[in-house]
C-alpha cells in the first residue's frame, strides 16, 4: 500500500511542473495575441533601430536570460490592461489619482515593447530567411576580416567592401553592379563574390546553377562565378585603362569541399592563397596604382536606399530572364 501512495505521489509531483508549463504558455500564447496587433505599427523601425534581426543569433544564448524579463513584462502589461479596462468600464478610473493614472498609462506601453521585443527576436530566431541573410552577413564580414589580414602583406593595396557602383545615373541607359569585395594592389584588381553554402560543391564554371550536397540533402545554388564574371566585365567597360579584373568566388560554411571547379572558386579560408598565386604569376606586370583605382571606382559607388531598390529590382528581373531562357535551352522540341 505504500509503494503505491508513493508511486501516485510521484506522478502527481510530475504532473505540476507540466501543468505550470503548459499553463506558462497558455499565458505567453494570449499575451502574443493581445499585444501583436497593438504594437505591429513599430515592428519595422524597432528591428533596425534595435538590430532584432543580427540579435536573432544569439537568441539560443540569451533567451534564459531574456525569457524571464519577458516574462515579467507580459505580466505586468497584461495585469495592467485588464485593470485599466475594468477601471475605464467600471468609471473607477476616474477616482484614481493623476500620478497612478500616468504611472500605469506610462508604463503599460513600455512593459508592452519590452514583451514585443523579445517575441520578435525569437520569431527571427527561427524565420529561415532571415536566418539565411545573417548567414550571408557572417559570411562577408569573414571574407572581409581575411581580405584585411592579407592587405599588409600586399602594400600598396586598397580594398572597397559591400559596394553598389551606379552608372549614368538618371539616364535611360541607368545600371548598377554590386561588388561584396574589392580589392586592389599593384598587381591586380578583384572582384570577390561571396558566398555562404555548406558541404559539397560541384562548380561547373559553364552550368548555369552548381550541384550542392549536405548531410541533410542535395540542392543547388547560383553559378556565383559567371556572377562574378558579369559584374567584373561592367566595371571593366565603365572604368576605362585598368587591367582585366580578377574574378574569385569565396565560399563560406562548414566543411566545404569544391569539386569540378576553376581554381578561383575556393573555401573562403583558401581565398588568400588563391590571390598569392595570381599575385605571383602577374609579378612582371607593369604596376598598378591603387590609390587612383580606388578613387576611380569610389566616384560611382552610391549608398542611396533608392538605388539600391532599383538595384534589387533589375537584378531580380535579369534572374527572372535567365531563368526562362534556361527553360527553354534545356527543352526538347523536336
Same mark, same amino acid.
Request: glycine share 6%; aromatic share 8%.
Given at each position: 500500500?505504500?509503494?503505491?501512495?508513493?508511486?501516485?505521489?510521484?506522478?502527481?509531483?510530475?504532473?505540476?511542473?507540466?501543468?505550470?508549463?503548459?499553463?506558462?504558455?497558455?499565458?505567453?500564447?494570449?499575451?502574443?495575441? $493581445?499585444?501583436?496587433?497593438?504594437?505591429?505599427?513599430?515592428?519595422?523601425?524597432? $528591428?533596425?533601430?534595435?538590430?532584432?534581426?543580427?540579435?536573432?543569433?544569439?537568441?539560443?544564448?540569451?533567451?534564459?536570460?531574456?525569457?524571464?524579463?519577458q516574462w515579467i513584462a507580459g505580466i505586468y502589461a497584461m495585469g495592467g490592461l485588464l485593470i485599466a479596462?475594468?477601471?475605464?468600464?467600471?468609471?473607477?478610473?476616474?477616482?484614481?489619482?493623476?500620478?497612478?493614472?500616468?504611472?500605469?498609462?506610462? $508604463?503599460?506601453?513600455?512593459?508592452?515593447?519590452?514583451?514585443?521585443?523579445?517575441?520578435?527576436?525569437?520569431?527571427?530566431?527561427?524565420?529561415?530567411?532571415v536566418r539565411k541573410e545573417l548567414a550571408g552577413k557572417r559570411a562577408e564580414e569573414t571574407v572581409q576580416?581575411?581580405?584585411?589580414?592579407?592587405?599588409?602583406?600586399?602594400?600598396?593595396?586598397?580594398?572597397?567592401?559591400?559596394?553598389?557602383?551606379?552608372?549614368?545615373?538618371?539616364?535611360?541607359?541607368?545600371?548598377?553592379?554590386?561588388?561584396?569585395?574589392?580589392?586592389?594592389?599593384?598587381?591586380?584588381?578583384?572582384?570577390?563574390?561571396?558566398?555562404?553554402k555548406c558541404g559539397i560543391i560541384h562548380a561547373a564554371p559553364d552550368s548555369p546553377t552548381w550541384k550542392?550536397?549536405?548531410?541533410?540533402?542535395?540542392?543547388?545554388?547560383?553559378?556565383?562565378?559567371?556572377?562574378?564574371?558579369?559584374?567584373?566585365?561592367?566595371?571593366?567597360?565603365?572604368?576605362?585603362?585598368?587591367?582585366?579584373?580578377?574574378?574569385?568566388?569565396?565560399?563560406?560554411?562548414?566543411?566545404?569541399?569544391?569539386?569540378?571547379?576553376?581554381?578561383?572558386?575556393?573555401?573562403?579560408?583558401?581565398?588568400?592563397?588563391?590571390?598569392?598565386?595570381?599575385?605571383?604569376?602577374?609579378?612582371?606586370?607593369?604596376?598598378?596604382?591603387?590609390?587612383?583605382?580606388?578613387?576611380?571606382?569610389?566616384?560611382?559607388?552610391?549608398?542611396?536606399?533608392?538605388?539600391?531598390?532599383?538595384?534589387?529590382?533589375?537584378?531580380?528581373?535579369?534572374?527572372?530572364?535567365?531563368?526562362?531562357?534556361?527553360?527553354?535551352?534545356?527543352?526538347?522540341?523536336?
Amino acid at each position: 500500500m505504500n509503494a503505491i501512495m508513493t508511486k501516485n505521489t510521484d506522478h502527481q509531483d510530475s504532473l505540476l511542473p507540466a501543468f505550470l508549463f503548459s499553463l506558462l504558455h497558455a499565458a505567453k500564447f494570449c499575451t502574443q495575441w $493581445t499585444l501583436r496587433p497593438l504594437f505591429f505599427w513599430v515592428k519595422s523601425p524597432m $528591428t533596425e533601430a534595435c538590430r532584432l534581426k543580427s540579435a536573432s543569433a544569439e537568441w539560443s544564448t540569451l533567451k534564459w536570460i531574456c525569457q524571464p524579463i519577458q516574462w515579467i513584462a507580459g505580466i505586468y502589461a497584461m495585469g495592467g490592461l485588464l485593470i485599466a479596462i475594468h477601471d475605464i468600464y467600471t468609471g473607477h478610473l476616474l477616482l484614481r489619482s493623476t500620478r497612478q493614472a500616468v504611472m500605469v498609462f506610462a $508604463t503599460l506601453p513600455l512593459a508592452g515593447l519590452v514583451f514585443m521585443l523579445f517575441d520578435w527576436i525569437d520569431g527571427y530566431s527561427e524565420d529561415p530567411q532571415v536566418r539565411k541573410e545573417l548567414a550571408g552577413k557572417r559570411a562577408e564580414e569573414t571574407v572581409q576580416k581575411i581580405i584585411e589580414a592579407l592587405c599588409p602583406s600586399l602594400t600598396p593595396c586598397a580594398t572597397l567592401h559591400g559596394a553598389l557602383f551606379v552608372f549614368h545615373p538618371g539616364t535611360s541607359n541607368e545600371y548598377s553592379v554590386e561588388a561584396d569585395h574589392i580589392l586592389v594592389t599593384p598587381q591586380n584588381l578583384y572582384l570577390v563574390e561571396t558566398k555562404h553554402k555548406c558541404g559539397i560543391i560541384h562548380a561547373a564554371p559553364d552550368s548555369p546553377t552548381w550541384k550542392t550536397e549536405t548531410v541533410a540533402g542535395q540542392g543547388s545554388m547560383r553559378n556565383a562565378l559567371r556572377q562574378a564574371k558579369n559584374s567584373a566585365r561592367a566595371l571593366e567597360r565603365e572604368l576605362g585603362g585598368i587591367p582585366s579584373i580578377v574574378p574569385l568566388v569565396a565560399i563560406h560554411g562548414e566543411e566545404v569541399v569544391i569539386v569540378g571547379g576553376p581554381s578561383n572558386v575556393v573555401s573562403a579560408y583558401d581565398l588568400p592563397l588563391a590571390i598569392k598565386a595570381f599575385e605571383f604569376a602577374s609579378r612582371q606586370r607593369p604596376a598598378l596604382n591603387p590609390s587612383a583605382i580606388f578613387l576611380a571606382l569610389q566616384s560611382h559607388v552610391s549608398t542611396d536606399a533608392e538605388d539600391w531598390q532599383r538595384h534589387v529590382a533589375r537584378a531580380d528581373a535579369a534572374r527572372q530572364r535567365a531563368e526562362l531562357r534556361e527553360i527553354v535551352r534545356t527543352s526538347s522540341v523536336s
